[in-house]
């Protein structure tokens, strides 16, 4: 018989064992079948138990790695959605803000062309002076109204921009994982 770790060879009747050839010969056979010399046997006595937890313990880590990685593929996932959520959003507002300024452009246009020809009907029916104070008036009402608008759609398109890149910011961290007590 052989040693499976010290590859000696010991005769059957000199170590004590009395086996048949028919029982030797099938304990070859079978491969979950392992003799050990005495010396190599207390050695191994000692050293199996902590292999095959160690052999559990990296079956555990095995399946908790396909785990994260699955999860990872989910998020990863989740934040391409997300990605292109915050895209189209931000190309939206981009949308507003260029109709806006379009829109202000038109009426800055508008109110010159308008402007001339009502100071001076104004002033022939009303008169000079209180015709110019009416129309100072109401032109600087009306411009702090819009003046107003314009403010708070600014201050709006800022909010969503800056939200938006706290998203994407957000969405760029998701991925990071934290891994504690690797050796």
């Not at 010969?25 to 046997?41: I, R």
């Not at 996932?77 to 997300?82: F, H, I, N, S």
């Not at 202000?104 to 009303?126: A, D, G, H």
């Amino acid at each position: 018989m052989f040693c499976e770790i010290c590859d000696k060879c010991f005769h059957a009747k000199c170590v004590n064992i009395n086996i048949k050839d028919d029982a030797y010969k099938v304990m070859q056979e079978l491969v979950t079948c392992h003799w050990f010399c005495e010396s190599c046997n207390s050695k191994v006595g000692k050293i199996l138990p902590n292999l095959v937890n160690l052999h559990d313990k990296i079956c555990e880590n095995e399946k908790a790695i396909s785990k994260v990685e699955t999860e990872v593929e989910k998020i990863n996932g989740q934040v391409l959605k997300v990605k292109s959520d915050v895209s189209k959003i931000s190309n939206e507002v981009n949308n507003v803000k260029m109709e806006m300024d379009k829109h202000l452009t038109t009426f800055k246009m508008n109110w010159k062309k308008l402007k001339q020809p009502l100071n001076s009907k104004i002033t022939r029916k009303i008169g000079m002076k209180n015709g110019t104070k009416w129309l100072k008036n109401t032109c600087t009402n009306s411009f702090e109204k819009v003046a107003d608008d314009i403010q708070e759609v600014r201050t709006s398109v800022q909010e969503t921009s800056i939200q938006a890149a706290e998203q994407r910011d957000k969405e760029g961290r998701r991925n990071n994982l934290i891994i504690y007590k690797i050796q």
